[in-house]
């Protein structure tokens, strides 16, 4: 099932060129008071949202995809954990540009781990990227992004995929500089998720997924998850053994070769074999 949210909070289900608004399914949600609990309160209960979408989808009302707004499909993940460096040609790119990525930050996956994304930089691909500082250079990164679906820590990687609510295209929009990698990463708007999660069930073996993003109908990147140093598996066992992950985290994998710059004007679009594509609007910072 492809799960969307859009326009003023609408919950959606995908179906060729249409969505259906399923907006009722959201009442089966438990009620909560302050403070909130931690994580997505949809995610953690997809399964019963997923039922309550089988009952409303055939009286649902429908609207072409293209007339609405489409938001992050993870409202509030308490992290965004992610990947550097993760693919292997990415790597060698830039350690060979010293002059774009500083060198203490151009160290292999192993040794610098896993960085962390304020969540207040998460939105749709309808909200598009406010680029803050146009006097630097801001580059895109396409990456799988994995959504948690129910507390997980200290998982075996043996296990690992059975906690993953579903997949999304997820953009780590990066401003270059000597910055700590979570500072430049963390501007709001410079993560992109969408268009939609598509539940685990119809992305079975998300290690063999291409993937591709344009800008201006130029071919940046285009690459292949099973070309990832440390695969989906292997990243969920270590981020669990640090920290808990809770419904709705979103874990993004990293990024291939080929990042580059953007400007405002530029409109990107990034595709994902078993998941869709979509179109982000890159424009200037009010």
């Given at each position: 099932?492809?799960?969307?949210?859009?326009?003023?909070?609408?919950?959606?289900?995908?179906?060729g060129?249409?969505?259906?608004?399923?907006?009722?399914?959201?009442k089966?949600?438990?009620?909560?008071?302050?403070?909130?609990?931690?994580g997505?309160?949809l995610?953690?209960?997809?399964?019963?949202?997923?039922?309550?979408?089988?009952?409303?989808?055939?009286?649902?009302?429908?609207?072409?995809?293209?007339?609405?707004?489409?938001?992050?499909?993870?409202?509030?993940?308490?992290?965004?954990?992610?990947a550097?460096?993760?693919?292997?040609?990415?790597?060698?790119?830039?350690?060979?540009?010293?002059?774009?990525?500083?060198?203490?930050?151009?160290?292999?996956?192993?040794?610098?781990?896993?960085?962390?994304?304020?969540?207040?930089?998460?939105?749709?691909?309808?909200?598009g990227?406010?680029?803050?500082?146009?006097d630097?250079r801001?580059?895109h990164?396409?990456?799988?992004?994995?959504?948690i679906g129910?507390?997980?820590?200290?998982?075996?990687r043996?296990?690992?995929?059975k906690?993953?609510?579903?997949?999304?295209?997820?953009?780590?929009?990066?401003?270059?500089?000597?910055?700590?990698?979570?500072?430049?990463?963390?501007?709001?708007?410079?993560?992109?998720?969408?268009?939609?999660?598509?539940?685990?069930?119809?992305i079975?073996?998300?290690?063999?997924?291409s993937?591709?993003?344009?800008?201006?109908?130029?071919?940046?990147q285009?690459?292949?998850?099973?070309?990832?140093?440390i695969?989906?598996?292997?990243?969920?066992e270590?981020?669990?053994?640090?920290?808990?992950l809770?419904?709705g985290d979103?874990?993004?994998?990293?990024?291939?070769?080929?990042?580059?710059?953007v400007?405002?004007?530029?409109?990107?679009a990034?595709?994902?074999?078993?998941?869709?594509?979509?179109?982000?609007?890159?424009?200037l910072?009010?």
């Amino acid at each position: 099932m492809r799960i969307c949210r859009f326009d003023n909070n609408r919950l959606g289900v995908v179906e060729g060129d249409e969505i259906l608004d399923v907006t009722d399914a959201i009442k089966v949600l438990p009620p909560v008071r302050w403070p909130l609990p931690i994580g997505d309160l949809l995610i953690a209960n997809l399964p019963r949202v997923v039922e309550e979408i089988g009952r409303l989808r055939g009286s649902a009302r429908r609207m072409p995809l293209t007339s609405v707004t489409l938001l992050s499909p993870v409202a509030n993940p308490s992290k965004i954990a992610a990947a550097p460096v993760n693919y292997l040609k990415h790597f060698q790119e830039a350690e060979a540009d010293p002059a774009t990525f500083a060198r203490h930050h151009v160290k292999r996956i192993e040794e610098v781990g896993i960085f962390l994304k304020a969540v207040s930089s998460l939105v749709g691909p309808g909200e598009g990227v406010k680029i803050r500082f146009p006097d630097r250079r801001n580059d895109h990164e396409i990456e799988l992004a994995v959504i948690i679906g129910r507390t997980c820590n200290k998982v075996s990687r043996e296990d690992a995929l059975k906690y993953v609510a579903g997949y999304a295209i997820g953009l780590d929009m990066t401003l270059r500089g000597p910055e700590e990698r979570s500072m430049r990463k963390s501007i709001d708007s410079y993560t992109v998720l969408g268009p939609w999660l598509v539940t685990a069930d119809e992305i079975p073996d998300p290690t063999r997924l291409s993937f591709e993003l344009t800008v201006n109908g130029e071919v940046r990147q285009s690459a292949n998850t099973r070309d990832l140093v440390i695969g989906i598996p292997q990243l969920i066992e270590w981020c669990s053994s640090y920290y808990t992950l809770h419904p709705g985290d979103v874990l993004l994998t990293g990024t291939p070769e080929g990042v580059g710059p953007v400007v405002p004007g530029d409109r990107m679009a990034a595709r994902f074999d078993g998941i869709g594509e979509m179109e982000i609007a890159v424009s200037l910072a009010a």
